[in-house]
């Protein structure tokens, strides 16, 4: 599985966990912990941004990878 | 590419259950399944999987919004995701439920006459004429009547929210998601047994 330059991270504390992100995700690379919020496995986050795009609230952005 | 699963057609739901409550107002009553499955997925699995894969408006909002491209993915104002006022609006949203089942109970006292009209947003009186069965108890049309006015009005906000917003925006303030995320959480920080 190839990785991006970057990857994406969740603002859990306000994450509505509604999962529109792990929906989109063409690496399975989002869960929603426990119905809590959403989790990025950042092993396989191929930094597309296609989460960061679909997230209802924006509550996703793009890191870039050290 | 995405793979498409059964469960992403599950908006044909929402356009079954909408027009039959046209045909005849009882089947209303099939609304109570998006009150219900939520429940039982947060109470007894832990997780919003009704609201991850099987709710009919995010799958209908998703196939609008994403697949149709109808939505304008304006920024949502951080106050609608904000969590004040996704409580206070489950919170108003559950006590309007909570009116039409007191008037449900009054129309099976015999204190009340049949109300015989949906309302959107509470006030206004949808131009249809409705269909009713002689032999159904009154209060079985009253509750489907008040379900039925629920459902759509939220529809339509739900609707409206993705139009302007992102597809799923009303996922961020729906008062089921937000009471199943608040069940989630209580049970992922209970103690789990025969843990120290």
Redesign the interface.
Known sequence: MKTGKRYAVVQKAICTACGSCADVCPNGAVSILHGCFAQIDISRCAGCGLCARECPAGLIHMEERA | ??QHHWYHYLWLWSLLYFSLGFVHILFAWLGLISFILPLL??LFD????F???YCDR?QLL?ALG?QAGLSR?H??P?F????FF?YAFMLFFFAMFGSILWTTWLVAGGSSSLQSEVLLFWSIPLPWVWNLSAGVPLWTAQFAFGLYSLMLTSEILALAAMLW??????????PM??L??G???L??AAPHNGTP
């Open positions: 590419m995405k997925f947060a832990g997780s919003k999987g609201c991850n894969r995010g998703r994403s993915r920024n949502m951080s609608l995701y904000s969590r996704r917003f992102r597809p799923r925006a009303w996922c961020t303030f729906c998601g937000t199943t995320q069940i989630c959480r049970k992922a």
